[in-house]
C-alpha cells in the first residue's frame, strides 16, 4: 500500500473537551427543567429587592426555549424600586442567564442548527459578532436564544458573548423598569 492509498489518519479522541460538552449539555437541560418546574413561584424572588430582582432574570433567561416571566418581574419592580438600578440587576442576571443558550450551542449537541430560524440569524453573528449580541439581547425577541446557541457553536469566547451580551440586557431590562415606573406614576395620576 503507498501513500496515496492510506486512510485518512484519525485526530486523538479528546476526553477532556468532550466530557466539557456533555457536563454543559446536562447543566442547560437540567436548569431549563427546574426553572420550569418553579415558574409559578419566580415572582416571589423578587420581594428580596435587587438580588431577587438579578435571581428572576438569572433563572427567566436560563431557559432555553421555554417561558418564564422575568420581564414581567421587572416591570413590576421598576415600579418600587430605583429603576436604573433594576435595569442593572435584572441585566447582569439575564445576561448570565443566557450562557445556558451559548453553552448549549458550545456542547456541538444542538439540533437547532436545523431550524429556519437558526439560518437566518447565524449568519449575522458570524459576520458581526459581539454587535448582532448586544442587538439581539437589547431588543425583546424570542430568538435570542439561537443567537446565543449561534455564538457557542460558532466558538466565540464567552466573555466577548457574556459582556455584549450584558449591554443588551441592561439597556432592555433598564427600559422595561422604566416603563414600569412611569406608567405607574401615570396610572396613579389618573386614579386621583
Given amino acids: 500500500m503507498n501513500a496515496v492509498d492510506s486512510p ?7 476526553w477532556k473537551t468532550t466530557l466539557l460538552r456533555v457536563l454543559a449539555l446536562t447543566a442547560v437541560v437540567g436548569l431549563s427543567v427546574v426553572v420550569f418546574g418553579i415558574r409559578d413561584r419566580v415572582e416571589e424572588f423578587a420581594a428580596f429587592g435587587y438580588p ?4 428572576v432574570a438569572l433563572l427567566a433567561n436560563a431557559t432555553v426555549f421555554l417561558p ?10 421598576g415600579g418600587i424600586f430605583n429603576p436604573v438600578f433594576v435595569g442593572l440587576a435584572a441585566g447582569s442576571g439575564g445576561a448570565l442567564g443566557e450562557l445556558s443558550g451559548y453553552l448549549a450551542g458550545y456542547s456541538g449537541q ?18 458581526y459578532g459581539g454587535w448582532a449580541i448586544l442587538v439581539l439581547s ?15 457553536i460558532g466558538k466565540m469566547p464567552m466573555a466577548r458573548f457574556l ?4 449591554i443588551g440586557q441592561v439597556i432592555k431590562m433598564t427600559l422595561f423598569a422604566l416603563a414600569g415606573a412611569y406608567s405607574l406614576t401615570w396610572i396613579l395620576k389618573l386614579m386621583e
Fill in 8 to 14: 485518512p489518519a484519525r485526530a486523538p479522541f479528546d
Fill in 52 to 55: 431577587g430582582i438579578f435571581l
Fill in 68 to 77: 418564564a416571566p422575568g420581564v414581567a418581574v421587572v416591570f413590576a419592580m
Fill in 110 to 127: 444542538a439540533v437547532i442548527e436545523r431550524m429556519d430560524a437558526y439560518a437566518r440569524i447565524e449568519p449575522w453573528v458570524k459576520k
Fill in 138 to 152: 437589547a431588543i425583546p425577541n424570542p430568538f435570542f436564544d439561537i443567537a446565543g446557541v449561534a455564538a457557542g
Fill in 163 to 166: 459582556f455584549f451580551c450584558w
